[in-house]
């Protein structure tokens, strides 16, 4: 098929599993999903051996981007977004890779600055080395964007956390600071819609920043209930583990295909 094309069939296809509610197994029955980590996994496991850009467009939307909203954030993050991506309503992206790092991820240069006058966090892409690189979902369907960056409050920095930035308004026009360019296509799975993103002064509310690990305050305090950075962000990471379960899963069941 055709790039473009192809990227609508995964669309289409991504949203009939959807409908059928066999794609958040793993989140909280009272948001849509059936509270099922195991069947979870194992669903996603058996997608690669149908199609692999369906399984990547399922593991970004539903394991990546819901995942990290589920296990980074907080009761009104759930309340506000898990129904929505569970159904596909929201289509949105994980932006934690950059150019000049990898997934190195307490390397990374993107930052997210309290503003305390307006209650706001600045995000902003410093140099080209800290754009979001290869990121599914970003080229053509995303709307919002889970968005690893350095939290700085008060001149300090407390390290990497995850905000929610719109990238996308629902009819499809780019959100005001963002950019994006399409990766194109690739040797296989060109039903992904990979994309580079920059923000350039991108302004999102306080309650953007997903703070089950750490919040700020209207006044601009930083607060956590874990006081060593770096096992915070361990910490942070570690709850992202059912993602790399599903990776691995997958890859073997594609290994056989092959």
Known sequence: LPTAEHRERVLAWA???ADEGGTALG??????????????????ETLALGDLSLLVK????FGLFGGAVQQLGTRPHHERYLRD??????????????????????????TATYDSATE????????????????????????????F???????????VHVLLVPIRDEAGGLCVGVRIEDCGEKMGLNG??????????????????????????PEGEYRSPIENPNKRFFTMLGTLVQGRVCVGGAGINASKVA
């Open 15 to 17: 949203q009939s599993l």
């Open 120 to 147: 706001e966090f600045v995000v902003r892409t410093p140099n080209d080395d800290a754009r979001k690189e290869y990121i599914g979902n970003a080229a053509a369907h995303g709307r919002m964007a889970a968005v």
């Open 27 to 44: 989140f909280p029955v009272e948001f849509g999903g059936r509270g099922d980590p195991g069947a979870n996994v194992a669903s996603f």
């Open 192 to 217: 992904v819609d990979n994309g580079r993103l920059w923000f350039d002064g991108v302004r999102v509310g306080r309650d953007a920043l997903l703070n089950r690990y750490g919040d700020v305050t």
């Open 149 to 159: 960056a350095q939290l700085i409050v008060g001149g300090e920095s407390h390290g």
């Open 58 to 61: 399922v593991g970004v939307q």
């Open 85 to 110: 991506i569970a159904t596909l309503a929201l289509p949105g992206c994980f932006a934690m890779t950059e150019a000049g790092h990898g997934s190195n991820v307490q390397a990374l240069q993107t």
